[in-house]
């Protein structure tokens, strides 16, 4: 129980009476917060049970956001991980899942978007560090991811489960998992013991696609859309080809670094593969090709030596009109041996930048 405003622990009689209330309420609800606050205040008290008894008896039970965390046998102390920067771990949940025979640990916020290249996703953890938690978990145990702005209702009366609300929810373990659209009603029993083998590729409600985690990623709207490091180095990379393109300087500038942001974030935040390595090779690339261009200079060739050029025909014009071919020869020799290579046609003198070897 909260303590008062000086520090000291409610009484004996303050604490009874908090937990008649909830004992006696028919319907009760719990939301954002700290779970391991919440798991502090609750362990050591009848809390469990009187929920568990609640339900049993028929009563409603509301819980969203950090208390929705705390309802499996595990839960994630998400400030400590996210916020103070802890290596993943789980904490204790209220085991209320359990209760019912459903082997989960729910993670809401699943589909989070809010961190845009920081991976946020999994109620701020992340692919990697939500792989380092699953792999703490017995064999029977799997994630049940909960997205933003939706809710899952199970129906013990009728032993059914439904999705309500904006997105979707995911039944995850491993490498595999099923997601079941907004509307999408099946049997408790799929709680109980999921089966990852397959599923129908529909994502209409009431059927659940079966694919891997790294396949896709949420945007806020709940929407599927594939993302990774690399894509992102690809758009950057794109960026900083058609800056030099058009001769920005400061725009290409521009693509090395935030290329260089999205490395440092994902690899806080995301699934440890050689997409690391290969954004890397193309920032390299990119960086490299700045320090060719700081030598010859990002001007295209051609405009940097023309004044010249052309002065040196304009005297060649005067002494061909003069018939002094040995000197116009000599201007043109001299001009090839530059690299440049002079064409004269029946519409006048053309001039062609021969390309460096």
Known sequence: MKPSLDGTAPSSAIVEKGLRAVDDAHYLFAGPGSPTYSMQQWSQTPVRELLTRKLERGGIITFASAAALTLGERTVPVYEIYKVGMDPYWNEGLGILRDLGVPASVIPHYDNAEGGSHDTRFCYLGERRLQILESLMSTEEYVLGVDEHTGLVIDLEHETAQVVGNSTVTLRKGSRQKIYATGATFPLQELRSPSFSGGASSKSPGAAHSTT????????????????????????????????????????????????????????????????????????????????????GLREPRSVVAPFVEGLLAIRKVVRAEKRFDLSDVVRDSLLQAGIEVRDTKDGVEWVLKPQT
């Open 213 to 296: 985690p790294s396949e896709i990623q949420r945007t806020e709207s709940g929407a599927t859309t594939t993302t990774s490091l690399m894509s992102s180095a690809e758009s950057r990379r794109e960026s900083f080809d058609q800056a030099l393109a058009r001769g920005d300087a400061d725009a290409a500038i521009e693509a090395v670094l935030s290329l260089e942001s999205d490395i440092r974030a994902w690899s806080a935040d995301t699934l440890q593969s050689d997409e690391r390595e290969r954004a890397v090779a193309i920032l390299r690339s990119m960086i490299s090709r700045l320090g060719e261009i700081a030598i010859s």
